[in-house]
Structure formats: C-alpha cells, structure tokens
C-alpha cells in the first residue's frame, strides 16, 4: 500500500505508560526491515560495462593455452616385490584377532579348531593417477569508490587471463584465488542511486510515514478495566495522536536511506575479477587375482609402493608384470589428456601399490571355506566363516 499521509507524526510509545495491560507493538525491526538494496542486483547491471579485449567470456571457464607435450619417457620400473611368508599360525591368529576385534558376535570355535588345507600367498596391484590442474574464470565486480588509486586503462592493455603469473600455494591440493586483473578498473556513478549516494526508502518508499503499528494505523484504541478487561468504546492513540501515522523509523522520516550499493559514495570501482582454481583428479584401479575382495578393502590396507612417479605430465606405464595394471594406467593416462580440456594440466603424479593377499583353505566341522588375510596389517575377509552370525546381528 502506498499513501500520502498527512503531517509528520513522531509518537512512537510516547504515550506508552498510559496503557499498562495492552500488549506490546511487536519489535520495530519485525515490522520495519527494509529489504537489502544489494540482494539480486547484478554488477554489470549496475552500471555499463564494455569488457576489454580477451576478456568477452565472462563467467564461463577459460579455455588454456594449448600444451606442449612433455617429452614422454618410459618410466623408471622396479621390480615385483616379494613379500615375507605366512604361517598356518600366522593367519590363524589374525583370523582370531579379527573375530575378537571386529566381528565379536562371530564363534570362535571355528578358527580354533579348523583345519588349515593350504595356503597361497598372491599380489593384488593398486594403481593411482592423479592429475593437478588449473582453471581460470573471470567476471565483472564492483566496489564502493572510496577515492582508492585506479590503476590506468588508457593506453594499457590488459594481460590475456592464462599469461598472469599466479602459481599455487600447494600442489595436488584443491584451492581458489582471486586477483584483480590489472588495468581493467575504472571509476563509474553508481546506477542504484545515480550518483546521489541515496536511495529511496524501502520502507515507507520515499512518502516519510508508516502505518502506526500501536494501533495498527486506526487511530483508536479499546479501552481498558484496571482489571485487564476489555470496555465498550475506544480512545485515541497516544503513539500516534489519532493520526493512525507515524514517522518511518528505518529512514528517520526523510523518505530516503544511504544506497547499500556503492555505500553511500555514489560511485563504484568496477573491474575484472580473475578466479583461479586448482583441482586434484583422482582416479584409480584395483587388480585382484582373487576377484572375490571388495576393492575398496584393498584400497585402504597397507601395501608397499612398486613404483611412483611426479612430472608434469606422466606416461602410461607398459611393462609392468601384471598386463592388467598397464592397461589401467594406459586407459586412465588417456582419460586424464582428454577429460578436462578447460583446465590447464599442472603436473601429474601415479603410483603402483602391491597389496599382499592370502587365500586360505579351511575345514571345520565337515565343511570347507577359503578366507583371504589382506595387507601388511593382515586384514580378514571370511564371507564363508561357518559361524558368523550370533542370532543378535540381524536384530541389530
Ligand atoms: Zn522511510
Ligand atoms: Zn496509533
Ligand atoms: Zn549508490
């Protein structure tokens, strides 16, 4: 609703005491919070833009500067490694830690008293390809021109945003930078408040008034018993003197507030932001002989490191025993030179983990298993444990 009031009324709970059993107004700021100025506003709406050259593409990601391809080497291989034996004790043992450790509502008596037929010690391969790498961004920004120092545009052209110099402060970590490119600033009047450094009241929308929240813009109010109840007939509003208006209080009455936009200064520094972002891209792939262990086991036990190699860009591995594991790295290294062609490649690093795995042959009360013994910190996988469940399990 928007009204010429009339006066300028100014009676906020003056007349409060008078009128004990009313209720309070509710808080000022419920009914009088003027929405933000700066929700939703675009910079570049705020005021024309032309972007200078090699800057068009605002908001979207940067394609790079094409890439030289690093001299490709075939990479340093060591060899398979051979790990300690285990015992029948051995693993044994670890089964019974397991049980106690991990799965305690299994039976024991199986692990104690099964027979051990044999024992295969074999290698599972985890390979790892990761790739750092870098994208850049650019987008119109604007700040409050405080009288700070612009650098000149005339006669200077902007750096292309791929040849300004910001290297990562961490390698094959994620980050963000923001940088502010060089002579793009210039100084423009605010389009909010046309230069003024006011805007009109959100509130009250410039008229000075709002309705009187006392009592809520009538005028009157009931009249009371000294007991709190209600009586025929009606009074006139101390707050607002009958008028049924007050003063807007988020604008003192002035019918205009200071623009939240250029904060008050009537003009803006508007530039281009650059954002640069580094990201790690993580791929691997497991070889278990087994085909039976989830690789996310092997994945997280302990192995020993084969090979491991950092340069900026890596080459497929090819003469690894296991052909699996060249095929993985062949297929992953070519994924990674295809799947992000708007991010420039910063280095690259793989690796071969060698997880040892124990498959054991079992008999226990006329039934045979296999359970496997992972890792170097013997890590059990038994789905074919004869007493796994304890009857409480499924309840729980
Ligand atoms: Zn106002
Ligand atoms: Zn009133
Ligand atoms: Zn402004």
């Not at 100014?10 to 005491?17: F, K």
């Not at 605002?58 to 394609?63: F, H, K, S």
């Not at 005339?154 to 060089?182: C, H, M, S």
Request: with cysteine.
């Amino acid at each position: 609703m928007n009204r010429d009031y009339p006066g300028n009324i100014d009676a906020i709970g003056s007349e409060w005491t008078n009128y004990p059993n009313q209720p309070p107004p509710p808080p000022y700021h419920d009914i009088l919070e003027p929405r933000s100025l700066a929700s939703g506003v675009d910079p570049a709406e705020a005021v024309h833009l032309t972007a200078p050259a090699g800057y068009e593409y605002m908001g979207a990601p940067l394609q790079p500067p094409s890439y030289d391809e690093a001299i490709l080497s075939e990479p340093r291989q060591e060899n398979q490694m051979r790990f300690p034996t285990i015992t029948d004790d051995d693993v044994r043992d670890a089964l019974l830690r397991y049980i106690d450790h991990d799965a305690c509502c299994w039976g024991r008596a199986a692990a104690v008293e099964m027979s051990i037929n044999d024992i295969q010690t074999n290698s599972a391969f985890h390979y790892t390809l990761e790739t750092f790498a870098e994208s850049r961004t650019t987008s119109w920004v604007f700040e409050p021109y405080f009288g700070q120092e612009i650098e000149s545009v005339d006669g200077y052209t902007p750096p292309a945003p791929w040849d300004i110099n910001v290297q990562p402060t961490d390698t094959f970590k994620d980050g963000r930078t923001f940088l502010e490119v060089p002579h793009t600033a210039t100084v423009k009047n605010c389009n909010k408040c046309r230069g003024s450094g006011r805007t009109t009241c959100v509130t009250c929308r410039g008229v000075t008034l709002q309705p009187c929240t006392f009592c809520s813009g009538s005028g009157h109010t009931s009249k009371y018993e000294a007991s709190g109840g209600v009586v025929s007939g009606s009074c006139i509003c101390g707050s607002c003197a009958g008028t049924g208006r007050r003063s807007c209080l988020p604008c003192s009455g002035v019918g205009t507030q200071p623009c939240k936009i250029c904060k008050a200064k009537g003009r803006l520094k508007v530039y281009v932001k650059l954002t640069i972002r580094w990201k790690v891209h993580k791929d691997d792939h497991v070889v278990d002989g087994t085909s039976v262990i989830p690789n996310d086991l092997i994945r997280h036990v302990q192995g020993d490191t084969s090979f491991q190699e950092e340069k900026q860009r890596v080459s497929p591995i090819v003469s690894f025993p296991d052909i699996n594991v060249n095929n993985a790295s062949r297929q992953l290294v070519e994924k990674h030179r295809t799947s992000f062609p708007m991010e420039k490649i910063l280095k690259q690093r793989h690796k071969i983990r060698i997880v040892p795995i124990t498959t054991v042959q079992s008999h226990w009360s006329r039934e045979d298993f296999n359970y496997y013994v992972i890792g170097f910190e013997k890590q059990i996988y038994a789905p074919e444990y004869p007493l796994r469940n304890c009857g409480m399990c499924a309840i729980l």
